[in-house]
């Protein structure tokens, strides 16, 4: 029950996943606004306005940096791994999303049947990413 009780009071840990909660809930409710439906996929899927992955890692370091102070070498361990986090979801998981959509594109025009739905929606634009990481910062302050 020791570890538990641990793992339930990492303040860092909390706000990450609170941050990484508070981005899926609004991916939800700004389709909701956009679109006109009621989309709870969008709680577990990637991609989309903000960016939970730079949510998530952003309040991390935020929480890391205040708890043992900004010039930490943890501090700085999670800085550079928050940003490989947000390039690679405004960068490959980005151009994988374009790729599937232009792999669907060239099957339906050949008639031929794809094996399985190909999912486009996988990255970011920068604009995303960046709302993802300021909400992160935002909820890690409060930490």
């Known amino acids: 029950m020791m570890i538990l009780d641990q793992i339930l009071h ?24 956009s679109e006109r439906r009621l989309d709870l996929g969008r709680m577990y899927g990637s991609g989309g306005m903000p960016s939970s992955h730079s949510a998530l890692v952003t309040a991390m370091t935020t929480c890391i940096g205040k708890i043992y102070g900004f010039d930490a070498p943890i501090f700085a361990v999670s800085c550079v791994f928050s940003l490989v986090v947000m390039y690679d979801a405004a960068g490959v998981r980005r151009a994988a999303g374009k790729q599937a959509k232009a792999i669907k594109y060239l099957f339906t025009h050949v008639n031929v049947p794809l094996e399985e739905n190909l999912k486009e929606l996988l ?21």
Do not use: E
Request: glycine share 8%; net charge positive.
């Open 10 to 33: 990492n303040t860092t840990l909390l706000a990450a996943v609170l941050a990484w909660f508070v981005a899926q809930a609004l991916k939800v409710i700004l389709t909701l606004l």
């Open 123 to 143: 990255g970011h634009t920068p604009a995303q990413v960046v709302c993802g990481a300021i909400l992160g910062i935002f909820i890690g302050s409060f930490f």
